[in-house]
């Protein structure tokens, strides 16, 4: 079974302090994504990354920049973070670029930040 | 800016019946679609996906349609039980790798 694990279920940071979210997947797969989730809104993509080093802007990425140095890992980084990033993060991984196959997701990361 | 407090769409559906959820998509370009179930505390899991070459697909207790004329999606599930309470999530993929998804809608179960 494909395994997404993020690093933290719950989280809570001061505003202005600098934020690592970590997801590992173990399935070798290529894309990994990070989401945010906000009630009524859905999920809305931060980036994406489709290899080693290659990111891609979603959504929303303002306030956000993300790392990826090893295939498995997808790293978000709040900068900076603010109030309105309190959230739910989902990160995902699917298997190859273009391919019509799911993603598949980590249980989440609920960031507060006061 | 965030709208908070916004509400999710509800469905109320007595336990044994068949529930019908909605989904209208927005990029006629979109060629593949996944609905995805999420409990409470859990990331999303797949329920069960199409493609735009089909109109329908059955799973287990599920089934999904799609209408490409009007660009709509529609999860039917069959003698609906206790654990089918959740949200549940239609996405959409054009070219390329990413997935666009809607805002969900809640299924309550009634005993």
């Known amino acids: 079974d494909v395994k997404v694990t993020q690093s933290s279920r719950y989280l809570v940071k001061r505003t202005g302090e600098k934020v690592f979210l970590e997801c590992v997947q173990d399935?070798?797969?290529?894309?990994m994504f990070w989401y945010r989730q906000d009630p009524g809104l859905g999920l809305r993509l931060i980036y994406f990354s489709y290899d080693v080093k290659m990111k891609e802007k979603g959504d929303i990425p303002e306030g956000y920049s993300v790392s990826r140095e090893k295939k498995e890992r997808f790293s978000l980084i709040l900068e900076s973070a603010s109030t309105n990033q309190t959230s739910m993060y989902l990160c995902?991984?699917?298997?190859?670029?273009?391919?019509?196959?799911?993603?598949?997701f980590g249980q989440g990361t609920r960031l507060t930040v006061v | 800016g965030e709208s908070v407090g916004l509400h999710l769409p509800t469905l109320s559906v007595q336990e044994g019946d068949n529930s019908i959820i909605n989904c209208a998509y927005s990029?006629?370009?979109?060629?593949?679609f996944i609905w995805y179930k999420q409990e409470s505390g859990k990331g999303p899991q797949f329920i069960i996906d199409?493609?735009?070459?089909?109109d329908k697909r059955q799973g287990q207790r599920v089934t999904v349609l799609l209408n490409k004329t009007v660009k709509h999606l529609s999860l039917q599930i069959a003698a609906t039980q206790p654990g089918d309470s959740a949200v549940y999530f239609c996405?959409?993929?054009?070219?390329?790798?990413?997935?666009?998804f809607g805002g969900g809608t809640r299924v309550l179960v009634k005993p």
């Open positions: 995902a991984s699917s298997l190859v670029q273009g391919a019509d196959t799911e993603a598949f």
């Open positions: 399935m070798d797969h290529e894309n």
């Open positions: 990029n006629s370009a979109s060629d593949y």
């Open positions: 996405a959409e993929k054009a070219a390329g790798n990413k997935l666009t």
């Open positions: 199409i493609r735009s070459n089909m």
